[in-house]
């Protein structure tokens, strides 16, 4: 199994980016998947998460509204579109697949500064 996050960088208080997380070696589409993200000297978070249908999504109450989580079973991908970016999401990004096993990907790392 392989979890592969892409799209992180450095971005202006303020900006936007959308992580994804590609998925291999599993069956993509009988997995929950979550974001979690780990800021320097802190534990890790809970940030989203999505069925696995994708019909069904909640949020942290730090990104509700400015976050939004999807996901394309056909593509074996998640996503987080992040929007409103604030320094304070400055972390190391994780995505997660639940069902039997979970399974966490290597992390991408997002930095919000002017």
């Known amino acids: 199994v392989q979890l592969v996050e892409s799209g992180g960088g450095l971005v202006q208080p303020g900006g936007s980016l959308r992580l994804s997380c590609a998925a291999s070696?599993?069956?993509?589409?009988?997995?929950?998947m979550s974001w979690y993200r780990q800021a320097p000297g802190k534990e890790r978070e809970w940030v989203a998460r999505?069925?696995?249908?994708?019909?069904?999504?909640n949020y942290a109450d730090s990104v509700k509204g400015r976050y939004t989580i999807s996901r394309d079973n056909s593509k074996n991908t998640v996503y987080l579109q992040m929007n409103n970016l604030k320094p304070e999401d400055t972390a190391v990004y994780y995505c997660?697949?639940?069902?039997?096993?979970?399974?966490w990907g290597q992390g991408t790392q997002v930095t919000v500064s002017s």
């Open positions: 997660k697949a639940m069902w039997t096993s979970a399974y």
């Open positions: 070696g599993l069956t993509f589409a009988s997995y929950a």
């Open positions: 999505i069925n696995s249908a994708g019909g069904n999504t």
